[in-house]
Structures are given as C-alpha cells and as structure tokens.
C-alpha cells in the first residue's frame, strides 16, 4: 500500500513538475512503466492520483473524464504488457496522447450533447498532436533506461512480481 502511495505520489509530482508544457506530461510514460512492472500497485496508484488531482484542481466534471481515460490506459498498458519494445510503446503512447481529448469527450455525450462533444474535442486537437508527440518521444527515450532501472529497484527491493 505504501509503494502504491508513492508511486501515484510520483505521478502527482512529475505532472507538476511540467505543468508548464501544454499536454506533455510523463503520467502516461510512468503508469505504462508502473503496469508492466508493478502490476498490483498500479491500480492504487491510479486511486491516489486521481485523489490528490481531485484535491489539488477541484473535483468538477474534468475529474470525471479521468476516472475513465487513465484505466483505459492501464487496461491497455496490460493487454500488450507482453511487448517490450520502446518503439511499439512510443507509438501506443502518442496514439494514447492523441486519442486523449475524444477520451475526455465522451463525458460531453452524457453531460451535454453530441456537438458540445465534437466541438470540445476539436478545439482541443492542437493540444491532442502536442500530447502524443511528447508521449511519443518520452517513451521513446527514456522506456528502456527507466524499465531496467526500475527492474534493478524492484530486485535490491526484494519485490516479487
């Protein structure tokens, strides 16, 4: 409970950290590393994460959107968690930056209307392409010192998988 504590703390720090990029953030590169590796904390990260962004930004309907997008990510990061490829992961990481803004949409279609959705989401594209292309190359260049260095921390830890 204390590492799944940390590790969504960690989330929490590093969005923070680069808060001042519009849309590149290392959350989808750490939760992608933290399911492959740390899959029963992972979930309990995504909970202490979307606790202290509810926390820190108010809990109005954007929290909402992040009940849902980030287990999509998880629910992803675990159907491929077979792959260990950085370029197969650099593209599943931009595809899931670009595909953020119609994620975060789909609560439009409940608390709205289909054209208030639509029109969300395309106003927010610009922000969408700068999303992936930060995943893109943060996954590209950090997944496999970041993975071996986690793996290495899992193993002087004595973390069972």
């Known amino acids: 409970m204390v590492l799944a504590a940390l590790m969504g703390a960690l989330l929490v720090a590093g969005k923070q950290l680069m808060s001042g990029l519009p849309n590149i ?3 989808s590169f750490l939760l992608i590393l933290y399911t492959l590796e740390l899959p029963k904390e992972t979930p309990g990260a995504i909970a202490v994460y979307l606790a202290m962004q509810g926390v820190l930004y108010g809990f109005g309907l954007w929290w909402g959107m992040y009940l849902y997008v980030w287990l999509v990510l998880w629910g992803v990061a675990v159907l491929c968690r077979r ?3 950085a370029w197969i992961w650099a593209l599943i990481s931009g595809a899931y930056g670009l595909c953020f803004g ?3 949409a789909l609560v439009y279609l409940f608390a709205r209307d289909p ?3 639509f029109a969300w989401w395309a106003s927010g594209l610009p922000f969408d392409f700068l999303h992936a292309g930060g995943n893109f190359l943060i996954m590209l260049v950090l997944y496999r010192p970041m993975r ?6 899992k193993r002087q830890a004595h973390i069972a998988e």
């Open 25 to 27: 953030e290392p959350v």
């Open 83 to 85: 792959i260990d490829r």
């Open 102 to 104: 119609a994620l975060c």
């Open 115 to 117: 054209a208030f959705a």
């Open 148 to 153: 071996r260095a986690l793996q290495l921390a």
